[in-house]
C-alpha cells in the first residue's frame, strides 16, 4: 500500500499546479482578448466621428492639409494663423498620403494613430519573444510575447489618446521598430543602421524621441566604442541633413516653431509632478507585471553578490538576449523619464508620457 507522501503523493502535486496554471493563463488571456477586441471595436467606431475630438485635431487637420507647401505650413508666427506648429512634417506628409485614399484628413489621421497602435504592441510582443532566455519553450515564449502585446492596451494614457489625431504614436512606433531591429541586429552581429534610420523618422515625427537612440548608443559604447561611434555619425549626419532640408525649404522658420517657440513656454514643476502621479498609477497594474523582467537581476544578486553585476549586464558578453534587452530598454526607461520633465510647460497632456 502507497503512503500518502510516498511518490504518487508527489506526483499528484505537480497536475494539480498544471490543471491550475492552466485555467488561470486560460482565464487572464481570454480577459485580455475580450479587452482588446472591445478596445479596437470602441476604437474604429470612434475613427469616423466627423467632429474632432479635441482643439489639437483641428490643429493637425490645418497642418496636413499644408503640408505640401512648407512654407505655408511653417509661417512666421506674426501672420495668420496665429498658432505654432510644434512638430516636424513627417506625421502630417503621412496623414496628405494616406488622405488621398480615405477622402478625409480627420479619418486617415486618426487611422494612421491606430495603426501605429497595433504596430507598437506587435513589436513589444516580437522583441519580448526575442528576448527570451535560451530553452525557454515555446508555448511560454508565445504566451509573454501574447501579454506584452495586449497589456500595451491596457494603458490609460495610450486608451485616451486613441484614436485623436496626433504624431505621437507615429514617432512611437518607429522607435520601437528601431529598438527592435538594434535587438535583432546585435543578436546577429550586424551593424544595426536600419534602427538608426527608424529613430531619425521618428525625431522628424516628433523631436523629443531621444530616448532610445541614445539608449541604443550607449549600449552600443559598452561593447566597442569606435562602431558606436560609426552609428553616431550616420544618425547626427541623416537628421542633420533632413533638419537641414527643411530649414532651407521654410527659410529657417521650422527651427523656430519646433525649437524656439516651444522653448518659451511657461515650466510648471508642479503641473509635471501631478501629472507623473496620475500617470504613475494609471500604470500601476503594467508597471508591475514589468517589474518580473527584474527577476534575473535579483536572482543574480541573490546567488552570485552584487561585484558581478556590472559584468552580467554588460553586453559584451553577447551570452543573452535578455540582457541586452534588459540594458537598451532601462536606459530608454531612465532617459525617457528625463525627457517626460517636458510635460512641464503650459497645454501638454499625458500623451507626453507615452513613451
Given at each position: 500500500?502507497?503512503?500518502p507522501?510516498?511518490p504518487?503523493?508527489k506526483?499528484?502535486?505537480p497536475?494539480k499546479?498544471?490543471?491550475?496554471?492552466?485555467?488561470?493563463?486560460?482565464?487572464?488571456?481570454?480577459?485580455?482578448m475580450?479587452?482588446?477586441?472591445?478596445?479596437a471595436?470602441?476604437?474604429?467606431r470612434?475613427?469616423y466621428?466627423?467632429f474632432?475630438?479635441d482643439d489639437?485635431?483641428?490643429?493637425?487637420w490645418?497642418?496636413?492639409?499644408?503640408?505640401?507647401?512648407?512654407?505655408a505650413?511653417y509661417h512666421?508666427?506674426?501672420?495668420?494663423?496665429?498658432?505654432?506648429?510644434?512638430y516636424p512634417?513627417v506625421?502630417?506628409?503621412?496623414t496628405w498620403l494616406?488622405?488621398?485614399?480615405?477622402?478625409?484628413?480627420?479619418v486617415?489621421?486618426?487611422?494612421?494613430c491606430v495603426?501605429?497602435?497595433?504596430?507598437?504592441?506587435l513589436l513589444?510582443?516580437?522583441?519580448v519573444w526575442?528576448?527570451?532566455?535560451p530553452?525557454?519553450?515555446?508555448?511560454v515564449?508565445a504566451?509573454?510575447s501574447a501579454?506584452?502585446s495586449?497589456?500595451?492596451?491596457?494603458l490609460?494614457?495610450?486608451?485616451a489618446?486613441?484614436?485623436?489625431m496626433g504624431?505621437?504614436?507615429?514617432?512611437l512606433f518607429?522607435t520601437?521598430?528601431?529598438?527592435f531591429?538594434?535587438l535583432?541586429h546585435n543578436?546577429?552581429?550586424?551593424?544595426?543602421?536600419p534602427a538608426?534610420a527608424c529613430?531619425?523618422v521618428a525625431?522628424?515625427?516628433k523631436?523629443?524621441?531621444?530616448?532610445a537612440p541614445?539608449?541604443c548608443l550607449?549600449?552600443a559604447t559598452?561593447v566597442s566604442r569606435a562602431?558606436?561611434?560609426?552609428y553616431?555619425?550616420f544618425f547626427i549626419?541623416?537628421?542633420g541633413a533632413?533638419v537641414?532640408?527643411l530649414?532651407w525649404?521654410t527659410?529657417?522658420?521650422?527651427?523656430r516653431?519646433?525649437?524656439?517657440?516651444n522653448?518659451?513656454q511657461?515650466?510648471?514643476?508642479g503641473?509635471w509632478?501631478?501629472?507623473?502621479?496620475?500617470?504613475?498609477?494609471a500604470?500601476?497594474?503594467?508597471?508591475?507585471?514589468?517589474c518580473?523582467?527584474?527577476l534575473?537581476?535579483?536572482r543574480?544578486?541573490r546567488?552570485e553578490?552584487?561585484?558581478?553585476?556590472a559584468?552580467?549586464?554588460?553586453?559584451r558578453?553577447?551570452?543573452s538576449?535578455?540582457?541586452?534587452a534588459?540594458?537598451v530598454l532601462g536606459?530608454?526607461?531612465?532617459?525617457a523619464?528625463l525627457?517626460?520633465?517636458?510635460y512641464g510647460?503650459?497645454?501638454s497632456?499625458?500623451?507626453?508620457?507615452l513613451?
Open positions: 500500500m502507497q503512503r507522501g510516498g504518487k503523493g506526483t499528484v502535486q497536475e499546479r498544471k490543471i491550475f496554471l492552466r485555467i488561470y493563463l486560460t482565464a487572464l488571456f481570454t480577459l485580455l475580450f479587452g482588446a477586441v472591445a478596445f471595436t470602441e476604437t474604429f470612434k475613427i466621428f466627423p474632432a475630438w489639437d485635431e483641428g490643429a493637425v490645418w497642418e496636413s492639409a499644408h503640408v505640401t507647401h512648407l512654407r505650413l512666421p508666427i506674426q501672420q495668420y494663423p496665429y498658432f505654432v506648429v510644434p512634417p506625421f502630417h506628409a503621412l494616406v488622405q488621398r485614399i480615405t477622402g478625409d484628413y480627420l486617415a489621421g486618426r487611422l494612421i495603426f501605429s497602435a497595433i504596430g507598437i504592441s513589444l510582443g516580437a522583441i526575442d528576448a527570451s532566455m530553452g525557454t519553450p515555446g508555448g515564449r504566451g509573454g501579454l506584452a495586449l497589456l500595451c492596451f491596457r490609460d494614457a495610450l486608451n489618446y486613441i484614436p485623436e504624431v505621437d504614436l507615429l514617432a518607429f520601437f521598430a528601431g529598438v531591429l538594434f535583432r543578436q546577429k552581429s550586424r551593424a544595426p543602421y538608426f529613430f531619425v525625431i522628424l515625427a523631436q523629443t524621441m531621444l530616448a541614445l539608449a550607449l549600449a559598452l562602431k558606436a561611434l560609426r553616431f555619425l549626419c541623416s537628421s533632413a537641414g532640408l530649414a525649404a527659410h529657417g522658420e521650422i527651427l516653431h519646433v525649437l524656439l517657440y522653448a518659451v511657461p515650466f510648471s514643476l503641473h509632478i501631478r501629472g507623473f502621479s496620475a500617470n504613475l498609477l500604470t500601476a497594474p503594467v508597471a508591475a507585471v514589468s518580473l523582467a527584474l534575473p537581476v535579483l543574480h544578486l546567488f553578490g552584487r561585484r558581478s553585476l559584468a552580467w549586464i554588460h553586453p558578453a553577447k551570452t538576449a535578455l540582457r541586452q534588459l540594458t536606459i530608454e526607461l531612465a532617459i523619464l525627457i517626460s520633465l517636458t510647460k503650459s497645454g497632456g499625458l500623451h507626453y508620457f513613451e
